[in-house]
Every structure is written in structure tokens, then in C-alpha cells.
């Protein structure tokens, strides 16, 4: 079983929709990252957090501690939102596979 | 641009040859590391620095392969005797201090044939 799981592997859906990708882990941790990764393979981090949630534009992330699980969240979204989005956990690094969205307008 | 560089950006070679990528991160980031993608997976860790200090390696780190960052500047990866399964995408990133935020360079593209 990996250490960090992501759901869905994939996810399509259409422009203005609320997207959600969730993450399980089953380490302890001191942080997780959310990544952003476009065709091309540029990585942007997008958030990290070690508690409650965090917000970025029309991006949403939380986490759960005792439930070892974290959501990030897309409101309205859109098309050029369409990426891979890794979860990642500290400390010892460990990333998920990533969910594949794709945006239809 | 996210103000990680990573030279070159795509590198072709054959199996058994030796290739050496360099990593140029954020000049005031202390913290380097190297990761390995390949295709439809995530990355995979492999090692990071602390200033000029390499502080821990993945067993995904062969002896085939070694890193440096000798002024706490930037960093070179190795490989030696190159193999085919050592196609990927070689990722650096870089992050100051506890905040770890970490800043990802575009990556060096490896072919192995």
C-alpha cells in the first residue's frame, strides 16, 4: 500500500464546476504540499499546510490531522486549471501519483 | 519562472556513458533537492542538502549515482554507467529554511537508449 493516496486518478469535468481531490496518508508528518503540474512538467507549489485549511484565489486546501487526510478544493473552475495535482508529505518527502484533471469549457 | 534552473534541459545518451545535470536554486534557499519522475508517476524523492551538507538519500540513490553542492550554491547530480531504466525526468527544488516551501526548476529530461 503507498504511503500517500490520491483519489481520483483522474477527473474530468466541466468549466464552472467545484472540483475536489482528495489525499490520504499514512505517515506521520510535519507538513503537506499541494503541487501543481502542467504538460511540460513544470511543478508549482501551491500550498503547504500542517493544520486547519488555507486559501488561494479560487484554490481551497484542508487537513485533517487525526484523520490523516487532506482536500484541495477548486472553486468555478477552468479550463487552464487543467493539470496533474500531486499531494506531497514531509518529512521524509513522499508524493502521491497525482490526479489528472481536465477542464471542459 | 519560479527562479530554479536546471542545465541541461533535455540530455540524450547511450547506455553506459556517464551524464552530470546541474541545479542552480534560489540564491538565498539553503535547502536543495533532487527528485526523479518517470512517466505517469509522481516524483520520487532521492536526496537533498542543507547548505553544502547532504543530509539524506533515498535507497532509490544506487552508487551510480552521487550529488554534490560543494559551496552550498548549487548542485550537480551524476550517473555513472548509465542504464536504460535511468530515463526520466531529473527534478530540482529548492526552499529556505523551516517555511519549506519548495520551488521547483523545469527539470532535465533523460533519454537512455
Known amino acids: 500500500k503507498n504511503e500517500v493516496e490520491q483519489s481520483p486518478q483522474n477527473l474530468t469535468a466541466q468549466e464552472g464546476e467545484f472540483i475536489t481531490i482528495n489525499c490520504s496518508y499514512s505517515v506521520g508528518i510535519s507538513a503537506l504540499h499541494w503541487l501543481q503540474q502542467h504538460p511540460g512538467g513544470g511543478i508549482v507549489s501551491l500550498f503547504m499546510l500542517s493544520s486547519g485549511k488555507k486559501k488561494h484565489g479560487r484554490l481551497i486546501a484542508t487537513i485533517n490531522i487525526q484523520e490523516k487526510h487532506s482536500s484541495l478544493h477548486i472553486t468555478a473552475s477552468h479550463p487552464r486549471d487543467s493539470a496533474v495535482y500531486i499531494c506531497a508529505v514531509d518529512d521524509k518527502i513522499i508524493f502521491g501519483k497525482g490526479t489528472r484533471l481536465h477542464i471542459l469549457p | 519562472d519560479t527562479g530554479v534552473s536546471q542545465n541541461p534541459r533535455h540530455k540524450i545518451t547511450k547506455r553506459g556513458q556517464n551524464v552530470t545535470f546541474r541545479c542552480d536554486p534560489i540564491s538565498e534557499h539553503n535547502r536543495l533537492y533532487w527528485y526523479r519522475q518517470t512517466l505517469g508517476q509522481g516524483p520520487e524523492f532521492l536526496t537533498y542538502f542543507q547548505n553544502e551538507a547532504q543530509l539524506e538519500k533515498s535507497r532509490l540513490l544506487s552508487d551510480r549515482f552521487s550529488a554534490e553542492r560543494p559551496k552550498g550554491s548549487f548542485s550537480t547530480l551524476e550517473i555513472q554507467r548509465t542504464e536504460q531504466g535511468d530515463s526520466a525526468m531529473y527534478l530540482c527544488?529548492?526552499?529556505?529554511?523551516?517555511?519549506?516551501?519548495?520551488?521547483f526548476g523545469p527539470g532535465t529530461r533523460l533519454t537512455v537508449l
Open positions: 527544488a529548492s526552499s529556505f529554511g523551516l517555511t519549506n516551501t519548495q520551488y
